[in-house]
């Protein structure tokens, strides 16, 4: 279970204060921005409009599905981000470069590096959609129901859009992998 399980534990306890939700979503909301399309940037202002938008609505927050209140948030301050870099012609996230920080050695980082940005080359490439759904399953592996929760769709809606966003991730992968190997179509493209 997640850090935030004792956040979202007794649903007749008083609400979390906005410290305590900070601590333990901080991490959750910038991988989930980062996921769904903010580029690295932008990523300190857009956590910082997610917390914006947390604190001012603290009191509608529901104690009980606190976590998927949290990604709903997320996903739209992310939406906003998306829409703002498309109108100003901004980059793909898998044309950015992926920072390299301090670890074991440069080899594992570069191979490190390398497989963030393919993986989010891939999320690139899959509609919102089936994107928001495919982060929360496979990447924070969130429950179905409350995917649907956060999201706010039915749980079958779930179960079909995560079934389709494998497939199409599997096949960019294929795809990706052939193109890189010198033998497929899209080598040079988005």
């Known amino acids: ?17 906005f410290d305590a939700i900070y601590d333990a979503h901080l991490a959750f909301v910038w991988r989930n921005l980062r996921r769904l399309g903010v580029l690295p940037a932008s990523l300190d ?70 497989a963030a940005r393919l993986v989010h080359a891939l999320l690139d490439r899959l509609d919102d959609a089936k994107r928001e759904v495919f982060v929360l399953a496979e990447l924070e592996q969130m429950p179905a129901p409350e995917i649907a929760a956060a999201i706010g769709i039915p ?11 494998r497939a199409e991730f599997d096949a960019h992968g294929r795809r990706l992998a052939l193109a890189s190997a010198g033998n497929g179509p899209e080598r040079g493209t988005r």
Not at 4 to 16: C, F, H, I, T, V
Not at 76 to 101: F, I, Q, W, Y
């Open 155 to 165: 749980i079958n809606t779930v179960y079909s859009r995560l079934r389709a966003a």
């Open 1 to 17: 279970m997640s850090a935030a399980a004792p956040l979202e534990a007794d649903p007749d306890a008083p609400g979390p204060t």
């Open 45 to 114: 202002d857009a956590t910082q409009d997610v917390f914006l938008v947390i604190h001012r609505r603290l009191a509608d927050a529901p104690p009980h599905a606190l976590r998927a209140w949290i990604f709903g948030v997320t996903r739209r301050v992310a939406a906003d981000h998306r829409r703002l870099r498309a109108r100003k012609g901004a980059t793909s996230l898998a044309e950015v470069a992926e920072p390299v920080a301090r670890g074991p050695g440069p080899v594992a980082e570069v191979e490190r590096a390398e």
